[in-house]
C-alpha cells in the first residue's frame, strides 16, 4: 500500500541532545513537508522540499534541520537549539508542479524532552 | 497574511443529528481547500479537496462547500456516528507549497 511512514511513533529527548525523525513515502511525490502541532493550533510548517537535494525553511525552521538525499526520505533533526522542542511532528507529502493537489501525511511521531 | 479560523472549537452531538462545521479564511487568493480528520494521537486523512474553481464536493455522508468570495467553507456531515467522533482540520493551500491549517474543531457524538 502506497503512503507515508514515520518512525518512531513515541521519541523522548534529553537537554542539549540531537535527535532525528525519519520519515519515508512510496507514493512517488516530489514535494515533502515537516509540520509541528501544538495543543489548539493549527499545524505549522518547519522545512519542506520540492526535489532531492534542495529544501526550504518553512514558518519556524529555528532549531530545526532537514535533508533530502532521497526522493523517498525526507528526515527532520531536532537539535539542542530548539528550546521547546515537545510537540507532535508530521510528516506530508504532495506531487509537485501541481498546484491543487491533495497531501498525504504520516501518523505523526510525538516527541517529549525529559 | 492569510490567516484560517475555524468554529466552533468543540461541538458535542447527539448520534443520528445531522451537523456543520464551518472554516473561515481571510484572503480569497487560494489554489485550493481540503478537509482532514485526526483522530487523537494520529496522522490527518484527507477527506475532501474542494479546488478553487468549483463550489462543493461530496464523499459519502460529507459535503464540503467552498465560497471564496466571503472567505467560507462548511463541511456537512449527515446522519452523525460516534465513529465521526474526531478533530477535523481544514486548510488552504495559497501557492508557493504555503498551506495554511485552522486549529480544528473537536467533534463528539454520542451513542
Known amino acids: 500500500d502506497g503512503g507515508i511512514t514515520q518512525s518512531p511513533k513515541y521519541l523522548f529527548r534529553k537537554e542539549g541532545q540531537n535527535v532525528t525523525l525519519s520519515c519515508e513515502q512510496n507514493l512517488n511525490h516530489d514535494a515533502m513537508y515537516w509540520y509541528r502541532q501544538d495543543p489548539g493550533q493549527g499545524l505549522r510548517l518547519i522545512y519542506y522540499?520540492?526535489?532531492?537535494?534542495?529544501?526550504q525553511k518553512g514558518d519556524i525552521a529555528e532549531g530545526y534541520s532537514v535533508s533530502r538525499e532521497k526522493k523517498e526520505s525526507f528526515p527532520l533533526t531536532v537539535t539542542s537549539a530548539q528550546k521547546n522542542p515537545t510537540a507532535f511532528y508530521l510528516c506530508a507529502s504532495t506531487l509537485m508542479g501541481v498546484q491543487s493537489t491533495e497531501a498525504f501525511f504520516g501518523q505523526g511521531t510525538r516527541l517529549t524532552v525529559v | 497574511k492569510q490567516e484560517v479560523t475555524q468554529i466552533p472549537a468543540a461541538l458535542s452531538v447527539p448520534e443520528g443529528e445531522n451537523l456543520v462545521l464551518n472554516c473561515s479564511f481571510t484572503d480569497s487568493a487560494i489554489y485550493n481547500l481540503q478537509w482532514f480528520r485526526q483522530d487523537p494521537g494520529k496522522g490527518l486523512t484527507s477527506l475532501l479537496l474542494?479546488?478553487?474553481?468549483?463550489r462543493e464536493q461530496t464523499s459519502g455522508r460529507l459535503n464540503a462547500s467552498l465560497d471564496k468570495s466571503s472567505g467560507r467553507s462548511t463541511l456537512y456531515i449527515a446522519a452523525s456516528q460516534p465513529g465521526d467522533s474526531a478533530t477535523y482540520l481544514c486548510?488552504?493551500?495559497?501557492?508557493?507549497?504555503?498551506?495554511?491549517f485552522g486549529a480544528g474543531t473537536r467533534l463528539f457524538v454520542k451513542a
Open positions: 486548510a488552504v493551500s495559497t501557492g508557493g507549497f504555503k498551506t495554511i
Open positions: 474542494i479546488q478553487s474553481s468549483q
Open positions: 522540499s520540492q526535489i532531492v537535494n534542495d529544501f
